[in-house]
Every structure is written in structure tokens, then in C-alpha cells.
């Protein structure tokens, strides 16, 4: 068999363990704070592969699962059985702590076997797992804050391992997070973190920290050819989160959930950090013209430099969620000045060689950062700047 077709049914697998019915509970490494709601998605995948290879192969085509043929709608028709036999088979290896061990090591960790619960319940209440989604659509409309405490308070909240499930798969679809935090502030009479525990609204602030830590995928690795769009969306997400609840909440010190904020915010800023420091030299290099030999444009440059200052600019309006005050407020000073200064020398240039392709091209980029770090009103200036300086000649 052709690697690449290796590598194409390893992703699939990989991808959808148990079909995709439990894929709103998946969350991706690194997970270095694990959270009741949730399931590595490396720990579902070996689950998977011990259910469908060792418990049920009469009922669950291996190869159905490697080509991707074996869809959700065939583990719904066999799902009772498949559950009936994870439960027979913890049951047995309740009873010997050998077996339990080779459990474990068949599934390669410890942790694997102690999701197994988890996905046991995901499974058996995954019809309540797409209400909980609807639920997370339908919080965004809301507007009474009133009619959101009601319908938070319709949640099981007596059932704290049921909820942490349904609110990790409500909390997917939650544009602004804050709006749950100060509605459970005025539920619970005052912003302390022991009324929230209290008030049993652990699995609400537990859903949001996991749905912060598992931003961190995204940032990393983050080379100078990223997928920008998805990492600047991925760092907002991360902020909104992160926000809802440093910014409302009166943390204990040295509790749990302070011990959780304060690990993902510097794995965050660990991760986007190489990146930020690349920013000023990645634009001088950009816009700078060849010293030696004929001048040509960099496309590759012009295209890290470009999601630099988008980075920049995102990385301002998350600060207060990250661990990088200096080195932004640097990056930014010195990417302000260095633009300014090679959009005045590529503005002298295209008034010498206006029918210079690559002067232009690297002019065009250099206000396109300029829209991006100052505003469109600058931007708009140089552009005719630029026009004037054409038809002059």
C-alpha cells in the first residue's frame, strides 16, 4: 500500500473517532490541564481503536473505519451493543488490577483509560450534547440577562459530570463569554470564586478554560508562513475567554482555576512570542531595496511581513489577555517607525521610476501595513501620495 494512502487513512481515523458523535468534547494537545468535560482527542482515538479492534470486530469494519466508509449513522445502529460491551468489559477489569494494567498499556496511558467514562457518557447522551450546542447558538440571542439566567439555571447543574459535558459543547458556540460570566455573578450574588463553586457553576468556568487552553494548538507552531486568519480568530477566541473571567471573577490566589489562567496565558504568549520579535525584522527586509545587484521583490518576505503586522495588530487588542507588554509595546514602537521610514523612501523612489514594477509592489505592501498598523486614513493619504507622484511624471 502507497504511504500516502497510509497517511490519508491515519488522518481519517484520526480525525473522527467513534464517527464524529463525540467530536464536540474533543479537544487537540496540548492539554496540559485536563477538565471533566472534555477528551484529548489522541486519548478518543486509541479508545476507538480498542473499541472497534478488540471489543466489537463483528460489529465495527475496521476497514469501514480506515477508508472512512463507516459513517455515524452505522455506530448509531450498533451503539447499544458497542456500549453494553464497555461496560462489560471495565466491569471485569474493575475486578483484577492485572487486566486493568494491560488496559492501560493497550491504550498507552493512564489517562486514556480514565477517559473512557467520559466518552461513555459523551456517547450515551450525545442526543443532549447537539441541545447543548443549540443552547450555545441560542445564548448568543438572548438579550434580557434575566432569561439567561433562567435558561443557565435549566442546565443539570445537580449532576456536575453531566454538565461539564454540555456546557464544554455549549461553550463551542458562544460568541461572547462575558455575558455568561455576569449573569452567573448576579445569580450568585457577588464575583468570588467560592460563590461560583458554591453556586455549582465549576463546569461553566471549567468549559471556558478548556475552550481557552485549546487555542494553544493553533499558536503553535507559528512560522513566518502561517495560516494568519486562523491564528490572529484562534488568539481573539483565546482572549474573549480568558477575559470573561480575569476580568469578572475574583480568583483565590493560588487556587485551581488561578493556577489554569496563569499556565495558559504564558503557553500562549510562549507560543506567539518567536513570532513577534521576527516582526520588524521580517518588514525591513520586506521593503528594503537590494543593495546589491538587480532589485527584485520577495514575495515570500513581503508575505511574512504583511502577516506580521496583522499578528501585531491583533496581539494589541489581546494584550491584556497575554504575558508580552514589553516586547509588544517595543515591536510596535519600532514597526511604526521603520514603516514610516521605508514608505517615505519607496514614495522618493516611485516619484524617481514610477514605472518600476517592483518599487511599486513593494509601495502597495508597505501601505497595506500602514492600513493595518495606523489606520485607513493614512493609508488613503499615501496612496495618493503615491498617484500625485505618478502623474507628475
Same mark, same amino acid.
Given at each position: 500500500?502507497?504511504?500516502?494512502?497510509?497517511?490519508?487513512?491515519?488522518?481519517?481515523?484520526?480525525?473522527?473517532?467513534?464517527?464524529?458523535?463525540?467530536?464536540?468534547?474533543?479537544?487537540?494537545?496540548?492539554?496540559?490541564?485536563?477538565?471533566?468535560?472534555?477528551?484529548?482527542?489522541?486519548?478518543?482515538?486509541?479508545?476507538?481503536?480498542?473499541?472497534?479492534?478488540?471489543?466489537?470486530?463483528?460489529?465495527?469494519?475496521?476497514?469501514?473505519?480506515?477508508?472512512?466508509?463507516?459513517?455515524?449513522?452505522?455506530?448509531?445502529?450498533?451503539?447499544?451493543?458497542?456500549?453494553?460491551?464497555?461496560?462489560?468489559?471495565?466491569?471485569?477489569?474493575?475486578?483484577?488490577?492485572?487486566?486493568?494494567?494491560?488496559?492501560?498499556?493497550?491504550?498507552?496511558?493512564?489517562?486514556?483509560?480514565?477517559?473512557?467514562?467520559?466518552?461513555?457518557?459523551?456517547?450515551?447522551?450525545?442526543?443532549?450534547?447537539?441541545?447543548?450546542?443549540?443552547?450555545?447558538?441560542?445564548?448568543?440571542?438572548?438579550?434580557?440577562?434575566?432569561?439567561?439566567?433562567?435558561?443557565?439555571?435549566?442546565?443539570?447543574?445537580?449532576?456536575?459530570?453531566?454538565?461539564?459535558?454540555?456546557?464544554? $459543547? /455549549? @461553550?463551542?458556540? &458562544?460568541?461572547?463569554?462575558?455575558?455568561?460570566?455576569?449573569?452567573?455573578?448576579? #445569580? *450568585?450574588? %457577588? +464575583?468570588?470564586?467560592?460563590?461560583?463553586?458554591?453556586?455549582?457553576?465549576?463546569?461553566?468556568?471549567?468549559?471556558?478554560?478548556?475552550?481557552?487552553?485549546?487555542?494553544?494548538?493553533?499558536?503553535?507552531?507559528?512560522?513566518?508562513?502561517?495560516?494568519?486568519?486562523?491564528?490572529?480568530?484562534?488568539?481573539?477566541?483565546?482572549h474573549r475567554l480568558v477575559r470573561?473571567?480575569?476580568?469578572?471573577?475574583?480568583?483565590?490566589?493560588?487556587?485551581?482555576?488561578?493556577?489554569?489562567?496563569?499556565?495558559?496565558?504564558?503557553?500562549?504568549?510562549?507560543?506567539?512570542?518567536?513570532?513577534?520579535?521576527?516582526?520588524?525584522?521580517?518588514?525591513?527586509?520586506?521593503?528594503?531595496?537590494?543593495?546589491?545587484?538587480?532589485?527584485?521583490?520577495?514575495?515570500?518576505?513581503?508575505? $511574512? /511581513? @504583511?502577516?506580521? &503586522?496583522?499578528l501585531l495588530s491583533t496581539i494589541?487588542?489581546?494584550?491584556?489577555? #497575554? *504575558?508580552? %507588554? +514589553?516586547?509588544?509595546?517595543?515591536?510596535?514602537?519600532?514597526?511604526?517607525?521603520a514603516l514610516e521610514m521605508h514608505?517615505?523612501?519607496?514614495?522618493?523612489?516611485?516619484?524617481?521610476?514610477?514605472?518600476?514594477?517592483?518599487?511599486?509592489?513593494?509601495?502597495?505592501?508597505?501601505?497595506?501595513?500602514?492600513?493595518?498598523?495606523?489606520?485607513?486614513?493614512?493609508?488613503?493619504?499615501?496612496?495618493?501620495?503615491?498617484?500625485?507622484?505618478?502623474?507628475?511624471?
Amino acid at each position: 500500500m502507497p504511504v500516502s494512502t497510509v497517511a490519508r487513512r491515519a488522518v481519517r481515523v484520526a480525525a473522527r473517532p467513534f464517527a464524529g458523535l463525540i467530536d464536540v468534547i474533543l479537544v487537540q494537545d496540548p492539554v496540559p490541564f485536563p477538565f471533566a468535560g472534555s477528551v484529548a482527542r489522541k486519548y478518543a482515538d486509541a479508545i476507538w481503536t480498542w473499541v472497534y479492534r478488540d471489543l466489537c470486530p463483528d460489529l465495527i469494519s475496521a476497514d469501514g473505519v480506515a477508508n472512512g466508509n463507516f459513517v455515524a449513522t452505522d455506530l448509531e445502529v450498533v451503539l447499544p451493543e458497542v456500549l453494553a460491551r464497555v461496560k462489560a468489559a471495565l466491569a471485569v477489569v474493575a475486578q483484577d488490577p492485572e487486566k486493568d494494567q494491560r488496559l492501560r498499556s493497550a491504550l498507552g496511558s493512564h489517562e486514556a483509560r480514565d477517559a473512557i467514562p467520559v466518552i461513555v457518557s459523551a456517547l450515551r447522551n450525545r442526543a443532549l450534547l447537539a441541545k447543548a450546542q443549540a443552547f450555545g447558538k441560542a445564548i448568543n440571542t438572548i438579550t434580557d440577562e434575566a432569561a439567561l439566567g433562567v435558561a443557565l439555571q435549566s442546565m443539570p447543574l445537580q449532576d456536575p459530570p453531566l454538565a461539564a459535558l454540555l456546557f464544554h $459543547a /455549549a @461553550i463551542g458556540q &458562544v460568541a461572547n463569554p462575558t455575558r455568561l460570566i455576569t449573569t452567573l455573578i448576579r #445569580l *450568585a450574588g %457577588n +464575583a468570588t470564586e467560592a460563590s461560583m463553586i458554591r453556586m455549582g457553576f465549576t463546569p461553566v468556568i471549567d468549559a471556558i478554560l478548556a475552550h481557552a487552553q485549546n487555542q494553544l494548538h493553533v499558536l503553535q507552531p507559528m512560522g513566518a508562513f502561517a495560516d494568519i486568519d486562523l491564528v490572529c480568530r484562534s488568539l481573539d477566541r483565546f482572549h474573549r475567554l480568558v477575559r470573561s473571567l480575569t476580568g469578572y471573577i475574583e480568583f483565590a490566589r493560588g487556587s485551581r482555576w488561578a493556577t489554569v489562567l496563569a499556565g495558559v496565558t504564558k503557553q500562549a504568549s510562549d507560543r506567539i512570542e518567536p513570532r513577534l520579535r521576527d516582526v520588524v525584522s521580517d518588514l525591513n527586509q520586506a521593503l528594503r531595496r537590494g543593495r546589491e545587484g538587480s532589485d527584485r521583490l520577495d514575495d515570500d518576505r513581503i508575505l $511574512a /511581513a @504583511i502577516n506580521g &503586522v496583522y499578528l501585531l495588530s491583533t496581539i494589541r487588542e489581546c494584550r491584556d489577555s #497575554l *504575558a508580552l %507588554n +514589553a516586547l509588544f509595546e517595543q515591536a510596535w514602537s519600532q514597526t511604526g517607525q521603520a514603516l514610516e521610514m521605508h514608505l517615505q523612501r519607496n514614495l522618493d523612489l516611485i516619484r524617481q521610476y514610477p514605472a518600476d514594477p517592483v518599487i511599486g509592489a513593494r509601495l502597495d505592501a508597505g501601505i497595506k501595513m500602514a492600513e493595518v498598523r495606523f489606520n485607513p486614513e493614512y493609508a488613503e493619504t499615501l496612496r495618493r501620495a503615491r498617484a500625485s507622484a505618478e502623474r507628475r511624471n
